[in-house]
């Protein structure tokens, strides 16, 4: 069967070259477009996503909308244009699209006996909603894959009575290497030293059970370990610490981590821009220390320092990446960005076949590694 993305097992055992991490890019699922306080009044912000310019903005009712940044007409960007009630209107002939549905409302250049019927030419459009801050857009394959959007991914938090934050970085690099770049657990002390995370000498032997879940994987609920200065951080609350990680397609990594009735969510989600460009959207909301003034900027300059670590590393990577060389994961401590390659082999084949994706997981698996 021929793939996109190939993990093949090589000698020794327990190498994996992942020389063909092309950076296939998965339509027909949601992506992060930008921030929803980007999106002010009627103005129109242009994003890219997957290699797709779109335009994004607020329709009178203030209802965010998401299309193609492309006029069918003549080719200029809509975002050119302006937003009129339901409508944008495009810059250089006044051609009116509506903007949740992409039909063309009107053409002033039509005379009254114009055979020409205007609401047979469509933009496209894209399904478009906000979710805990971020203007998520649905990336269909095409206008005719007929596929329903699922759900909005949504962070698993209550309603009300917290705090959120929202960061992002750019990543010079494809959204596979954002992808496991995000997940590899064994660059942590040597990326992320500092005196109040961790230092390279808190390095020690870990185990954690992993279970599958539809589409990705799961760290089991566990004790998280001491040697992180957040988590000191957070035994002020006590002692009872849970954490648990998960990682679904095509890009979504969530921590929850919970003490009492306290906790703390973060999720991070790694977007491909174009072929050789992601973006990493990182946000955080908890409910614990509510009286500490300043909390949130306090909070973002750690995240921010920390996401740097992150961006600067794959800066330096990306040079040598220009160059193509082969290259490895090993067991236990990249088996993750094994799994995520499986799967989204498994994804792209069911998508091809119509059969059901294989899972590469079938039961719990425990791993180890030292970080
Ligand atoms: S190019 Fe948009 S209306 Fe002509
Ligand atoms: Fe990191």
Known sequence: MECDVQVQESQPAGLSDTSSATGKMLFDFWYPAGLSRALRGQKLVKAMLLGQPLVLGRDVNGRAFAM???CPHRGIPLSCGRVEGENLECCYHGWKFNVHSGTCTEIP???SDSRIRPEKIHATHYPCEERDGYIWVFMAESRSSGVNPPPVPELPIPRSGYRITH?????????????????????????HQSWWW???????EKQKTF???P???RIRTHTPSANSGAYKLLRLYGDEITTSIEFTLPNIRIEQIRIGNHWVVNRAVVTPIEQNRCRIDFCAAWNIFPWVPLVKPIFNIFARKFLRQDQGTMEMQ???LRFNPPLMLIDDADRLGKWYFQLKNAYVRSRKTGLPMEHPLSEPITLRWRS
Do not use: C, Q
């Not at 496991?180 to 040597?190: K, S, T, V």
């Open 167 to 191: 960061l992002s970085a750019d990543l010079p690099s494809n959204v596979d290497h954002g992808v496991i770049g995000l997940m590899d657990p064994a660059h942590g002390p040597f990326v």
């Open 215 to 217: 589409m990705g994987f």
């Open 68 to 70: 193609k940044d492309i």
């Open 211 to 213: 279970e599958p879940v």
């Open 318 to 320: 990306a040079e040598g």
């Open 198 to 204: 961790r230092t390279r000498r808190s390095i020690h």
């Open 109 to 111: 250049s039509l005379t």
